[in-house]
């Protein structure tokens, strides 16, 4: 009796160290596991918290600041220099110092674009891209290696559109007479429009000595509009082009979100974009809104979505405002 009940007494000392030897190795596992949890947890929930602090800031900064306004009635935009002008009379809806200098960046390429098509040059013309084209002052990259030949219409679609700074020095360097005579050209073309405080010194906008002012953009804006090539390459929202060495075309993109991301709330006739530092962020449209056909400028915009940011501020407040033609 006495050894059957060792035997049992044994066998349960036996399971019970087996147990513990169990749970003494398990234990760290699940306390890692545990604690895993609760920092996954807390993680999610803080970022969570950090995500929904950082959505409902922005947006009640994008509501306070859209709901603010001048003693006026007029809209606070970002752009330091803007104007916005009846088409049709010339009468100035909203400015904003409209005389006050400043760099226009890309804003020239339809400077650029106006002088081309003046010289009635052959658009079907093959040019190539050459080292010369390639941008030594900011560095800019590009989609268009040297050695790229495209028709000159094809060059001035990728400046306008794309913005593409190979492309409009590859159209200055291809003037009759050279860069020097294209310039020169620039600068007369914007003296018979009556630019009367502007400057052209490049085809692309690299170089800040390339300045005007809103109220002349606005007459750049207006004569660019008359020309249909510029009208239509300048709203594409897209276009693939054979490059250089590329084994497929390459896919440039409209550098405004507006007309790339087509909406039933905008009517856009022209567009150009422009940035460089000294320029801030720039963008000059022809639009309709509420019937009415206008032409915005929007200049020295400090941030990447403050100029589109101020074009829909402005949109909103003539469709509030202002009575349809």
Wanted: aromatic share 4%; proline share 3%.
């Amino acid at each position: 009796m006495k050894s059957v009940f060792k035997r049992s007494l044994l066998k349960r000392s036996l399971l019970g160290l087996t147990v513990l030897a169990l749970t003494l190795t398990q234990a760290p596992s699940y306390a890692a596991h545990k604690k895993h949890h609760r920092a996954s947890s807390k993680a999610h929930h803080s970022i969570s918290a950090r995500k929904n602090y950082r959505v409902s800031n922005v947006d009640a900064a994008q509501n306070s600041f859209r709901e603010l306004y001048q003693n006026n009635g007029e809209p606070v935009l970002a752009s330091t220099k803007a104007i916005v002008l009846d088409q049709h009379t010339g009468e100035v809806i909203y400015g904003k110092n409209v005389d006050a200098q400043t760099p226009i960046a890309s804003v020239t390429k339809l400077m650029t674009a106006m002088v081309v098509l003046d010289a009635q040059l052959p658009l079907d013309e093959i040019l190539t891209v050459t080292d010369d084209d390639v941008d030594r002052l900011k560095g800019s990259s590009s989609k268009l290696p040297v050695g790229t030949e495209l028709t000159r219409g094809e060059l001035m679609h990728l400046a306008l559109m794309a913005s593409e700074n190979r492309a409009a020095a590859a159209l200055g360097r291809n003037y009759p007479g050279g860069m020097p005579s294209f310039i020169a050209a620039m600068n007369a073309k914007a003296k018979q429009l009556g630019m009367m405080n502007s400057q052209f010194v490049d085809p692309t906008g690299l170089n800040s000595g390339n300045v005007s002012t809103a109220s002349d953009l606005a007459r750049m804006v207006n004569a660019a509009y008359q020309y249909s090539q510029i009208r239509q390459v300048s709203t594409t929202a897209s276009q693939e082009v054979p490059v250089s060495r590329a084994r497929h075309p390459v896919n440039f993109s409209n550098t405004n979100m507006l007309v790339r991301n087509s909406s039933e709330r905008w009517d856009i006739g022209l567009s150009k974009t422009g940035y460089i530092s000294e320029a801030g962020r720039c963008l000059v449209m022809q639009a309709k809104i509420s019937g009415k056909d206008v032409v915005l400028v929007f200049l020295n915009s400090v941030g990447k979505l403050s100029r589109i940011g101020d074009a829909e501020r402005i949109r909103k407040w003539l469709e509030k405002n202002q009575p349809s033609s």
